[in-house]
C-alpha cells in the first residue's frame, strides 16, 4: 500500500506570495490532518478534515486554509507568505475508527 | 489539552534496552497515551499507544503506571536506526472533538552509540 505522499518535496517562494500544497492520504483513510514544524515551536496542529468537513483547527490566523476533495485527497493554502512561515508541512491520514496517523514526509517550505 | 513531561536528551549504546519517561501527571481517564518518533528528515512514525494495561507489539513496549500519570516506552534493544525523536502524546478517546488532533511536546532526542 502506498504511503501518504505530499508534494512539492521541496518549495522556495516569495514574501506575500501564495502557496499550495497537496496530500494524498493512504487509501481508505478518509481523515486527513496537517501540521506544521519549525525549530522554534516544534510540531503543530494547523487543521484536520473528515469528509470534506474541517473537523477541527489549530490556532494559526486566516491566511491559512485547507480543504478536502471527495477521494479524500486534501490542499492546504498559505496567503501573502511571511518569512516565518518557513517550514517543514505534515500530513497524516488515519484509517476508519483507528487512532493510528500515519504521516507523509513533508513538504519543505522556504520564504525567502 | 493535558500537558506531557519528557527529558529534553538520552543516550544509549547499541543492543542496550533504553527506556524513555514521560508524565502526564493530568491525565483525563478517557486520554490514550501514544508514543510517535521522527527520524532525521522524516514525518512522524507511530511507535505504540495504550490507556490502561502495558502494551507490546513488534517495536517496543509501553508500560503504565497504575495511576495513570506516567508511562515509559521501552526499547528492548536499541539499535542505530532507533536515534530519532520520541514523543510522548495524550489523545482523547473516539467521539471527542479534538480526537483527530495530535498535540505533540518537544520530545525525547534519543542518541545510540554504536
Known amino acids: 500500500k502506498a504511503g501518504v505522499t505530499q508534494t512539492p518535496r521541496y518549495l522556495i517562494k516569495t514574501r506575500g506570495q501564495q502557496v499550495t500544497l497537496s496530500c494524498s492520504p493512504i487509501s481508505g483513510h478518509r481523515s486527513v490532518s496537517w501540521y506544521q514544524q519549525t525549530p522554534g515551536q516544534g510540531l503543530q496542529f494547523l487543521f484536520e478534515?473528515?469528509?470534506?468537513?474541517?473537523?477541527n483547527k489549530g490556532n494559526f490566523p486566516g491566511r491559512f486554509s485547507g480543504r478536502q476533495f471527495s477521494n479524500s485527497r486534501s490542499e492546504m493554502n498559505v496567503s501573502t507568505l511571511e518569512l516565518g512561515d518557513s517550514a517543514l508541512y505534515l500530513c497524516a491520514s488515519r484509517p476508519p475508527g483507528r487512532s493510528k496517523a500515519f504521516f507523509g514526509q513533508g513538504t519543505r517550505l522556504t520564504v525567502v | 489539552d493535558a500537558k506531557t513531561t519528557q527529558p529534553n536528551s538520552m543516550e544509549s549504546n547499541e543492543e542496550e534496552p533504553v527506556h524513555l519517561p514521560c508524565n502526564h501527571s493530568t491525565i483525563s481517564g478517557t486520554d490514550y497515551i501514544h508514543w510517535y518518533r521522527q527520524l532525521p528528515s522524516q514525518g512522524p512514525e507511530y511507535v505504540i499507544h495504550?490507556?490502561?494495561s502495558n502494551v507490546n507489539n513488534r517495536m517496543a513496549s509501553l508500560a503504565i503506571a497504575e495511576d495513570r500519570k506516567s508511562s515509559t516506552l521501552i526499547l528492548h534493544r536499541a539499535t542505530l536506526r532507533d536515534a530519532a525523536v520520541y514523543y510522548c502524546i495524550l489523545r482523547a478517546n473516539a467521539g471527542g472533538t479534538s480526537y483527530g488532533k495530535l498535540t505533540f511536546g518537544q520530545g525525547t532526542i534519543l542518541t545510540v552509540h554504536p
Open positions: 478534515y473528515f469528509s470534506e468537513t474541517q473537523r
Open positions: 495504550g490507556l490502561t
